[in-house]
């Protein structure tokens, strides 16, 4: 599975001999493989192999590269589907396995080089960092997948090797897994600008909601004293056999 990203647009401000920190190939960047849990399965370390999280990692199986490349069966088993492929599931009335209809695979590999503290070391002239992708696999509901193929037409011949019999060809239906690859990516680079800009935002809102705090605490505390006199003065009047004060 060989892909890449590339940001022409981030790298434009870049010169001709300055390595583009926003282009980055699959045998160079690490990865994630995720079940359908969203836990690890694998981490992929570009060429040097896929390895077992460490979660999964024992004594009898330290950190070593399991293998190289990934395998179909890891895409399915990575949808969900490990051991499902042979269970019958209803089909126009029929039970026919998933394995004999086909099925369809959704594999989104996601890039993305944001991490808090590695971008502010590398607007303080540290080096930049580097691109990471997960994987996240679906399977695709209700879609069947298949293949047909058509042989070439033939003579037929008739009942002692004559001809004239007429024509006939034979057509194969494959079912198998179709795997639809989506990539996407968060890619960015940090900016004094936007930095100011984001603490200037907030200053702002905290400037704006301790005056709307100190307006509510001091209109409602002084009418909640002008409303605690005018009942004491209620109370007052009755207890002295007057009347209520007019509003």
């Not at 493989?33 to 060429?47: A, E, K, Q």
């Not at 004491?232 to 009347?243: M, P, S, T, V």
């Amino acid at each position: 599975l060989d892909h890449s990203v590339h940001s022409r647009l981030l790298g434009g401000h870049l010169g001709k001999n300055q390595k583009n920190p926003f282009a980055s190939s699959s045998a160079t960047m690490q990865g994630v493989l995720r079940d359908s849990n969203g836990s690890t399965m694998f981490l992929i370390d570009g060429d040097n192999g896929i390895f077992l999280p460490e979660s999964k990692r024992t004594s009898s199986r330290p950190k070593k590269a399991m293998k190289k490349h990934l395998t179909m069966q890891d895409l399915i088993v990575a949808a969900g589907l490990g051991g499902k492929l042979d269970q019958p599931f209803a089909y126009k009335g029929g039970a026919r396995s998933l394995r004999r209809h086909g099925f369809v695979l959704q594999a989104h590999i996601h890039y993305s080089n944001i991490v808090g503290w590695r971008a502010w070391a590398w607007l303080a002239g540290g080096t930049p960092p580097p691109i990471e992708y997960t994987i996240d696999v679906t399977v695709v509901p209700d879609a069947k997948f298949s293949v047909q193929h058509a042989t070439p037409w033939t003579p037929v011949q008739g009942r002692w090797g004559k001809a004239g019999a007429g024509v006939r060809r034979t057509v194969f239906k494959r079912h198998g897994v179709r795997v639809d690859f989506i990539q996407t990516a968060e890619l960015g680079r940090p900016s004094w600008e936007a930095a100011l800009g984001a603490v200037t935002a907030s200053l702002s809102l905290l400037t704006i909601a301790y005056y709307v705090c100190e307006f509510i605490a001091l209109h409602a505390g002084s009418l909640a004293i002008l409303n605690a006199d005018a009942a004491a003065a209620a109370d007052a009047a009755l207890a002295g056999g007057g009347k209520e004060p007019a509003a």
